[in-house]
């Protein structure tokens, strides 16, 4: 992995682009659309990104194909989604209550992403649902259950945090890639082919509490990848069951 090489703040080029006046931040948010499941087919058949800003449980427990997973709960809502949508593409959202995605589209106004939503699935996963569309599912994974089926049935485990928090410790013989590097970069392709993890295998994706896994898990769908368990808790919780983990050196640790 090129660790050296920078890679891209989210949402760059429309950052750059307000910075340098060729193009306006939002003056006060306009009134998201509504979509029908119809609308959204549609759109989504025409390149548009489905940003499902529920918690990682909720989409776990079923969400639209291709859609992404990035939690409106976190602090880092906006910088998430202008990390994993490519710059200039349009966006739609999928919350839990249709107010929600007011709420949405209010705080990715700080970086100028408000511009390229076209509007929510109104009565979210339900409505499609009820209108006779698919759904998928992806299964949630205790540390106690990982830490067992890592020994007995070969699950392989990537971890999707930063370099400093695999640092600090993570489970022995895991992959570290972090979700943003499974995203197209400025000028780069998404790393898909540094994990070096078949497709088709059993990977169980942590984090530190579950939900950039849960984003990364969405990414890695949209690639191909087919049997994936998203870790409850993440690391966090593995840490406070006093399960084993190991440092960048290489020894026992804890975290905390």
């Known amino acids: ?88 593409s349009p966006i739609i959202l999928l919350t839990h209550k249709d107010d929600e995605a007011q709420s949405c589209l209010y705080d990715m106004g700080f970086i100028g992403l408000d511009q390229f939503v076209v509007g929510f699935l109104e009565g979210g996963l339900p409505a499609w649902m009820n209108s006779g569309r698919p759904v998928q599912t992806t299964p949630q994974l205790d540390v106690f259950t990982l830490n067992e089926r890592m020994s007995s049935n070969g699950l392989r485990v990537l971890d999707a945090r930063e370099q400093d928090e695999w640092d600090d410790g993570h489970i022995d013989g895991a992959v570290m890639m972090p979700y943003t590097r499974l995203a197209p970069q400025l000028g780069k392709a ?36 087919t049997r994936l368990y998203n870790v409850t808790g993440g690391m966090e919780a593995w840490g406070n069951a006093r399960l084993p983990m190991v440092d960048a050196t290489g020894a026992a640790c804890s975290l905390g």
């Open 1 to 88: 992995m090129d660790e050296d090489q920078p890679i891209k703040p989210a949402n760059i080029l429309n950052i750059v682009a307000i910075n340098q006046g060729r193009r306006e931040l939002t003056r006060g948010i306009s009134k998201i659309r509504a979509l029908n499941p119809a609308d959204v087919e549609s759109l989504l058949k025409d390149g548009h990104y489905l940003v499902d800003a529920r918690s990682s449980a909720a989409w776990g427990a079923g969400h639209v194909e291709g859609s992404l997973n990035v939690q409106m709960s976190s602090p880092e809502f906006e910088q998430r989604v202008g990390w994993v949508v490519p710059d200039d």
């Open 190 to 225: 998404p790393r898909f082919d540094e994990l070096n993890l078949e497709k088709d295998a059993s990977i169980a994706v942590t984090c530190a509490t579950g939900n950039r896994s849960s984003t990364a898990i969405s990414l890695m769908l949209r690639e191909g990848y």
